[in-house]
């Protein structure tokens, strides 16, 4: 069957240099975030469907036509790419390529390295603390009694700026379906409705500088405040398969949906903290083995907070000005 979007060698390479530039200048203060979006007009190999082949197939160019399948590196699915000079072959990406949070919690610093922090089930970390912004993150998880940790995911988010509070959170879930939204949005502990279209877009009367844009249908937001931060969120399921695999320990009453989530902030302090947020102070210096296989960030208890609003997290430094009041008054 004729393949109606056939992505070329040029668009792959400027996407791919993209990648690479974005993450080679991740070091830079208060600019740094996500990888960009995923290549145009790829072809999406679907949740649970790991053994699903996908052809790149163009009749007018002459060329063998391409299959590929998920790697195994991916989780629950992946993004396919054709390439129109048949040595290339087809091009694989997983999601979380595209994002700066992914799975058993994987951050991506600032410095463009990589880094697990598990934290602990149940509980609440800083994750950003500056003066101006500060954002929690509440952790679910499985116990393994054969390990000295949690399997934990990132289940909400608890932003506040200037007087405002903004929670995103992945509703509890027993069987997924991709179909059906599973996000939960508040603003001042307002619910926040978005019309269930890819586009789809809410904006804040009070502070009309931030908006919420559906990416798919379902499941998937951009959460921008303008000249603060731009993130990018999809809930997505724990499934049989990688429980099985994982050893996770996954239910039946419980598919522990969770975020994948990417980050870019701007005009962040030097003196910013929290999990992530150090990894954009100036000074910051990179401790980890990033050649470990699984280079990890301890001191959870450095980071923990009472509650997914609370800014007592030892690293606090929310609240000791409010220039963002200025920012929240402007529309993007």
């Not at 996770?248 to 005009?267: N, P, Q, W």
Request: hydrophobic fraction near 35%; proline fraction near 5%.
């Amino acid at each position: 069957m004729a393949r109606q979007h056939l992505v070329v060698l040029l668009a792959a390479l400027v996407a791919l240099c993209a990648f690479a530039a974005a993450v080679d200048g991740a070091g830079v203060k208060g600019s740094a975030g996500p990888p960009p979006r995923a290549p145009p007009n790829t072809k999406m190999i679907r949740p649970g469907k790991r053994n699903q082949v996908s052809s790149c197939d163009n009749p007018k160019d002459h060329i063998k036509p391409c299959n590929a399948t998920c790697p195994n590196r991916c989780a629950d699915e992946c993004l396919v790419q054709c390439s129109p000079d048949e040595a290339l072959n087809c091009k694989t990406f997983c999601l979380c390529d595209f994002y700066g949070v992914c799975g058993d919690p994987r951050f991506m610093g600032a410095d463009g390295n990589n880094f697990y922090f598990h934290g602990k089930k149940d509980q609440d970390f800083c994750i950003v603390s500056d003066a101006d912004l500060h954002i929690n993150t509440h952790f679910i998880g499985k116990t393994n009694p054969t390990m000295t940790r949690d399997f934990t995911w990132i289940q909400a988010l608890g932003i506040q700026f200037a007087d405002h509070r903004l929670y995103m959170g992945a509703q509890k879930t027993v069987k997924w379906d991709d179909n059906v939204d599973r996000l939960e949005l508040t603003f001042d502990g307002m619910p926040i409705e978005i019309p269930a279209e890819i586009d789809g877009q809410w904006q804040s009367t009070e502070v009309p500088a931030l908006t919420i844009r559906r990416t798919s249908t379902t499941n998937g937001i951009r959460v921008q405040l303008n000249g603060v931060f731009d993130i990018i969120a999809k809930v997505v399921p724990i499934t049989k398969k990688d429980s099985l695999v994982h050893n996770y320990g996954v239910t039946e009453d419980d598919c522990l949906a969770h975020f994948d989530l990417g980050f870019r902030f701007y005009d962040l302090t030097d003196d910013v903290h929290g999990v992530l947020g150090q990894t954009y102070r100036t000074d910051y210096v990179n401790k980890l083995s990033v050649s470990a296989n699984m280079p990890v960030m301890g001191g959870a208890s450095t980071y923990v907070s009472s509650d997914i609003f609370a800014t007592d997290c030892k690293v606090a430094r929310f609240g000791r000005h409010a220039g963002i009041s200025m920012v929240t008054g402007q529309a993007n």
